[in-house]
Nanobody
Framework: QVQLVESGGGSVQAGGSLRLSCAAS????????MGWYRQAPGLQRELVATLTASGKKEYTDSVKGRFTISRDNAKNMVYLQMNSLRPEDTGVYYCYRGQRAHGDVWRDYWGQGTQVTVSS
């Protein structure tokens, strides 16, 4: 029902910047949560940033002050601006959407992931 497609990943040197984009399409309901997760090899997926429908933003401590999540509702897009990148930011980044549908059912959707590699 919902498709999420990430773009913008790549390789960058420490201190550089990348901007990830996520395009959402399909059956998009108004009560929703957008976010970004990342996963390093051999480690569990961790939350990076979230953005509620009301505009509230939350970040994991390690990216505060460096990453910014934003959205463009008219285009059904969510972004993650990543500045001052560090090698420990390396991983596969996933766009996430959670939303309510009829029957008060919460559904989770994930993008395919985009690789971010930060070299020292």
């Amino acid at each position: 029902q919902v498709q999420l497609v990430e773009s913008g990943g790549g390789s960058v040197q420490a201190g550089g910047s990348l901007r990830l984009s996520c395009a959402a399409s399909g059956s998009l309901f108004s009560i929703n949560l957008m976010g970004w997760y990342r996963q390093a090899p051999g480690l569990q997926r961790e939350l990076v940033a979230t953005l509620t429908a009301s505009g509230k933003k939350e970040y994991t401590d390690s990216v505060k002050g460096r990453f910014t999540i934003s959205r463009d509702n008219a285009k059904n897009m969510v972004y993650l601006q990543m500045n001052s990148l560090r090698p420990e930011d390396t991983g596969v980044y996933y766009c996430y959407r959670g939303q309510r549908a009829h029957g008060d059912v919460w559904r989770d959707y994930w993008g395919q992931g985009t690789q971010v590699t930060v070299s020292s």
